[in-house]
């Protein structure tokens, strides 16, 4: 019998929580991951996904490597068991997740450019009046038509997750009012989801060519297994339009629909989230419910 195809998926901000890695004792290989990656940042990785709290765990230049640590760590364990790993593709943050397993970065480099974009973006967002909110019970057609809509200020989508379910971004008062909008049209829910700042939106345009210079610093490869981008919903193997696409993910929404559609399409039976959390399972189980899609949170 031929073997299910995985494709594997790491997440984004909003994933982390309170003991998210209280596992990692339990196994060498995850402890000297988090060891070199609190060399590395100097940060207590460590200590922050074992022990840190909601408040300590929220903040953006925290959150990214915390996050991006903790799905490296169980992508090493499951590695180290002989498990393997078809494909990948990341949600947002996730992206960069899914760049160091595929081999397109080595972990210090991973590790440098995610402090450095959770510090941009940090930044970004106290000199920014931004806002996100999740509209549900919308098609995607629909809530793009609701911020075309929206005349005074910036708003549009920033991630495309469900069908319909999609998160809009942008200055507080333009996301207020596609909200009022999407309640007209009929919207089931609106959630203004509690980050800090308007990410995937024109409001991160003033980081964008900083982070570029980061990224421009990485030596970046042809992955080693197929990559999946989040930003276009199609595979990316050229090292020159992976680090384009790098750049431009911090602006451009996500198109998960889209990316599980072509992971389906292309033969992948099973869906596997790898990092805290079950977010992109809940996401996939609605976009393809005739896969397998579960999570790997702990150990």
């Not at 060519?209 to 050229?238: H, N, Q």
């Not at 993910?249 to 959390?277: F, H, K």
Request: hydrophobic share 45%; charged share 20%; glycine share 8%.
């Amino acid at each position: 019998m031929t073997s299910p195809r995985i494709m594997t998926m790491f997440p984004g901000q909003g994933s982390q929580r309170p003991g998210m890695a209280s596992w990692v004792r339990n196994y060498r290989i995850a402890m000297d991951l988090f060891e070199r990656a609190e060399s590395i940042l100097g940060m207590p990785l460590l200590k922050l996904c074992t022990e840190g709290t909601v408040s300590e765990l929220r903040s953006t230049d925290v959150a990214q490597p915390a996050i991006v640590t903790t799905s490296l760590a169980l992508a090493a364990v499951r590695r180290a068991r002989g498990i393997r790993i078809d494909a990948v593709a990341g949600h947002s943050l996730g992206e960069f997740t899914a760049l160091a397993v595929s081999g397109v970065l080595d972990e210090e480099s991973t590790l440098n450019l995610v402090r450095t974009r959770g510090e941009l973006m940090a930044g970004a967002s106290q000199r920014s009046d931004g806002a996100m909110s999740a509209i549900i019970g919308l098609t995607s057609d629909r809530v793009d038509a609701l911020c075309a809509c929206v005349v005074s200020g910036n708003v549009s989508v920033a991630n495309y997750n469900q069908p319909t379910q999609t998160v809009v971004s942008g200055d507080v008062k333009a996301v207020a009012k596609c909200e009022d909008l999407a309640y007209a049209a009929g919207a089931t829910k609106v959630v203004r989801l509690k980050v800090s700042g308007a990410f995937h939106s024109v409001l991160m345009a003033d980081i964008s060519e900083e982070l570029a210079v980061a990224i421009a610093k990485c030596d970046m490869k042809a992955p080693e297994i197929p990559l999946l981008s989040a930003v276009t919903a199609d595979y990316a193997s050229d090292p020159a339009r992976i680090r384009s696409l790098a750049c431009e993910q911090l602006m451009a929404p996500v198109r998960w629909v889209e990316t599980i559609n072509r992971a389906v399409a292309d033969g992948y039976s099973e869906m596997l989230e790898l990092g805290p959390g079950n977010v992109l399972t809940g996401f996939a189980r609605r976009i393809a419910p005739q896969v397998t899609s579960t999570s790997v949170a702990v150990l």
